[in-house]
């Protein structure tokens, strides 16, 4: 059984829910783990009022009990504290009313799904577009992707990220162990390492608020303690490094990834990007470097894998943009309601746990098993032949 999941929900509406299928049985769930990432989140420098609203919990609602994962798809619910605030917008029921009664929507912002959601599925409110192209869905994403981390975790995998750019400011490169960035960038409101980088992002981040505007950046993902062998080149939709990318782009306003050194491949020599291949007897088959990420043909090397990806700037501005009124067709220049400055640091979050995910499916498919205890048993065969080999 391979691992997948569905979500559903508006970003307005009562709750997102997902549903997991295919975790082995026995998998103990720690519920205060998953909800401290629902919380990382939640933070960062640049945010929108919308955050002091929620108070992301995740309920699960089958699938575990006592604790402990049954075999059974698992389904994970995340409430919306504003929900109580649209109901009436929100309501499935038919309603009576004016469109300024029901908030009808219009226009349409540059760089959000609006208008190519409404053209395709004709749609002349623009909110059943925007309520579910909202990023809040990657609340129940950033859920599900913990329940994978936890499960990595009992394999020795562990996960981090950090912010590597936001707009102008670029953070410093560091050498402190996965651990470590971990502790520090949770303590830091743009999870960076480097507290100067810190107050330079912030200061940024002001600025370009007062101006009405919105910044991106570049965030990275870390996988430590991956066995040689997940994802495979035999075939394009096994390739794990492909299928990572997916789930990179998959994030709202994503627009490029990269694994390893990625787009600096293009601009060096080959014997300045290929990692060289040694052996000892304590740490077997390794390399001398890791610019290529982790990966060669579609699997994992054993080395960490990391990866990056551009996150472009929040669409919805206070500065107007030029737009065309889809009743009127006539321009206007859009004037705002609330909305992100940047969600860099929340999306460094995002990022960990859409990695989170693939990596454990591509586990699951190489060590099958419905339970723990025999993905646990398969995993220590295949080890033991590596340490043969
Ligand atoms: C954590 C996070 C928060 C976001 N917050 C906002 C926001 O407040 N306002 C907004 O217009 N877009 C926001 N976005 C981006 C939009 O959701 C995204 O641009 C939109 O869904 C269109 O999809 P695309 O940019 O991937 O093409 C956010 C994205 C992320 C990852
Ligand atoms: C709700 C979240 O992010 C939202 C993502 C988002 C968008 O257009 O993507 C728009 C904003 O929502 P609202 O229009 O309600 O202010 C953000 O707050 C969240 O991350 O949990």
Known sequence: MTLRYLTAGETHGPQLTAIIEGLPSNLNLDFEALNFELARRQKGYGRGRRMQIEKDTAQIAGGVRHGYTTGAPVALIVANNDWTHWRNIMNIEPIEGTDEEKRRVHRPRPGHADLNGGLKYNLKDLRNVLERSSARETAIRVAVGAVAKQFLEKFGIKIAGQVIRIGEIEAPPHNLPLDEMAKVTEQSSVRVVDPETEKKMEAYIDRIKEEGDSIGGIVECIVEGVPVGLGSHVQYDRKLDGRIAQAVMSINAFKGVEIGIGFEAGKLPGSKVHDEILYSEERGYHRASNRLGGFEGGMTNGMPIVVRGVMKPIPTLYKPLQS??????????????????????????VLEHVVAWEVAKAFLEKFGGDSMEEVERNVKSYLAQLENY
């Open 324 to 349: 065309v009124d889809i009743d009127t067709k006539e321009p206007f220049t859009a004037q705002v309601e609330r909305s992100d400055a940047c969600a860099v640091p929340a999306a460094s979050v």
